[in-house]
């Protein structure tokens, strides 16, 4: 596959006949999308004026596969695009790799979630995990909050990460900072440590794998769709649900998170009510600790593109405010999200 980061006239070329050999789509109109690490992502549009999602892969097409399948499977209880089937009946087109879907109006979740997006996200999230926890891959199961995130690992990472940043003659600003970043998540990962073990075991089923907000596409104040699912892998259904409920682009918003964070599980209760209260008190805990133990994207490599710098400094500074404010939260989920069903 060609290095579809550097197209030009040849490569868009090939993407046009691809599309009209593989699904009998005549595109008019190419429009990168810059958004996703592991693909490159185009706007379509057809002859007649409808829009598609083109994603071109370079890795794994087996995984990818699986991922397309799962979107599916969730799609029986969430709103998900569609996939398009090549005209030979796969999900994956050849010999250029690609998946076509149905485009998706709306904005991604990125602004935050705020007023009437809490419920509706809660809404979806509970129908999502309700129907995940089904999926054959792996039954629900206890697992010590420990395995989420590997502490001793997390300090050797950012060590070698401090450890490469004061080698260097000379530093970006965003190195600099980063560097100071790096070296007050480090001083506080004991702390991350003590968090964990002192929670509850918590549920692990299939997930989504990467609900952040980017994943999230809202219209107005209602879920339009979630996107980009990951191949189907267990994971821990509290640190999923902080992924988007904590994420930092709305916990930097301000303190109106909390409140918010509490509507959201209640309603992602109502859909859910076989949901384990010891996952929804461990929400913020969870998320906190993950957090704080990682070093994305600290550790990015030069030049770092303004966005991730943003979301670099907005996500250090939801770690630390999760942290402090832990106690407060805890308390507010124990009265309303986080306890249990009683009709």
């Known amino acids: 596959m060609k290095p579809w980061t550097e197209y030009g006239a040849t490569t868009l070329n090939e993407l046009t006949e691809a599309l009209e050999k593989s699904y009998g789509v005549q595109a008019v109109e190419l429009h990168r999308i810059h958004a996703g690490t592991n693909t490159v992502n185009f706007r379509v549009v057809d002859e007649t004026g409808r829009s598609w999602f083109a994603k071109l892969y370079d890795g794994n097409l087996d995984s990818e596969r699986e991922a397309i399948e799962l979107t599916a499977y969730a799609g029986r209880a969430v709103p998900v695009p ?12 050849a010999p250029l790799p690609m998946s076509l879907w149905e485009f998706v109006d709306g904005e991604t979740a990125e602004g935050g979630l705020t007023g009437a997006r809490w419920p509706a996200v809660g809404t979806v999230l509970g129908r999502l995990h309700r129907r995940l926890s089904e999926h054959p891959r792996a039954r629900p199961t206890l697992r010590p909050a420990t395995g989420l995130r590997d502490v001793a690992r997390a300090e050797r990472n950012f060590d070698v990460l401090i450890a490469r940043l ?64 990951q191949p189907p892998r267990p994971g821990f259904v509290a640190w999923e649900i902080a992924r988007i409920g904590c994420d930092p682009r709305t916990v930097i918003l301000g303190d109106q998170w909390i409140d918010g964070l509490a509507v959201l599980l209640d309603a992602y209760r109502s859909e859910h009510p076989a949901a384990r209260p010891d996952d929804l008190r461990s929400v913020v805990a969870a998320g906190c600790a993950h957090t704080l133990g990682s070093t994305y994207p600290l550790s990015a490599p030069a030049p770092v593109p303004a966005s991730l710098e ?34």
């Open 82 to 93: 569609a996939v398009r089937r090549t005209l030979d009946g796969d999900l994956i087109a």
């Open 310 to 343: 943003l979301y670099a400094r907005a996500r250090h500074q939801a770690a630390l405010t999760m942290l402090d404010r832990l106690p407060e939260v805890q308390d507010r989920l124990s009265a309303a999200g986080g306890r249990p069903r009683s009709d």
């Open 166 to 229: 004061q080698a260097r003659a000379e530093l970006t600003s965003f190195e600099a900072w980063a560097c100071e970043a790096a070296q007050e998540r480090r001083a506080l990962l004991g702390h991350a440590g003590a968090l964990l073990a002192g929670l509850p075991a918590l549920t692990t089923h299939v997930l989504h794998g990467d609900l952040a907000s980017p994943n999230l596409m809202l219209n107005g104040d209602d879920v339009a769709a979630v996107i980009d699912f």
